[in-house]
């Protein structure tokens, strides 16, 4: 198994051919541009990267510039995890950017 540390919240976690991207926050600020990142993301392969993982939905670690800054083509490769919940609102948006598995 393999970490990496990306950025904030955001590490990827490699284990033999599978790769998973936590909470990816890469550029810009968050809650309402009062938080910035301290150092600049480390570069994320996203052709390697099979899972994104969006913990919680605080702008710091459900970033939408980040997810809406992908290309289509990975949008449509990845699956994107997040918590069961009583409110379909999250998934929901998350398809609405582009994202086919959610």
Known sequence: MKLRFVSHASFSVENGEVTLLSD?????????RGWALLSPAA??????????WISHQHPD?????TLK??????????????????????????????????
């Open 24 to 32: 990816p926050w890469l550029f810009g600020k968050a809650f309402n």
């Open 43 to 52: 570069t994320v392969p996203w052709e390697k990267i099979d899972y994104v």
């Open 61 to 65: 670690h459900l970033h939408f510039p």
């Open 69 to 102: 800054g992908l290309p289509p083509q990975e949008k449509n490769r990845l699956t994107v995890l997040y918590q069961k919940h009583a409110s379909l609102r999250i998934p929901k948006v998350l398809r609405g950017l582009g994202y086919t598995n959610v």
